[in-house]
Nanobody, 122 residues
Framework: QVQLAESGGGLVQAGGSLRLSCAAS????????MGWFRQAPGKEREFVAA????????YYSDSVKGRFTISRDNAKYTVFLQMNSLKPEDTAVYYC???????????????RGQGTQVTVSS
């Protein structure tokens, strides 16, 4: 199992940037696809970005494409989400998750963190 701990959230003005980190533990991290999800109050959880186990493939939802960048450092067991040009609609709790199976199948990802709050003011 991969245990996860998100950090880096906070309050930022629209147009600003934040960098989220997800520290992972577990021997299977380097062989797991990693993803970022977010959930705003009253809304369903959204699959925002993913990166394959080796880092060669990435996925972004249309809502964040061109503004967010996912990356990973397998040597440091960490996944990052660089968020630029933030908008108020990006406000949500952000979770990272791991998948030992499908890369693009959101249901194959498992959450084991508490999430980190991102709030974007207008």
């Amino acid at each position: 199992q991969v245990q996860l701990a998100e950090s880096g959230g906070g309050l930022v003005q629209a147009g600003g940037s934040l960098r989220l980190s997800c520290a992972a533990s577990g021997r299977t991290f380097s062989s797991s696809h990693m993803g970022w999800f977010r959930q705003a109050p009253g809304k369903e959880r959204e699959f925002v970005a993913a990166i394959s186990w080796g880092g060669g493939r990435t996925y972004y939802s249309d809502s964040v494409k061109g503004r967010f960048t996912i990356s990973r450092d397998n040597a440091k067991y960490t996944v990052f989400l660089q968020m630029n040009s933030l908008k108020p609609e990006d406000t949500a709790v952000y979770y990272c998750a791991s998948s030992g199976g499908s890369f693009l199948g959101s249901h194959s990802y498992t959450y084991r963190g508490q999430g980190t709050q991102v709030t974007v003011s207008s």
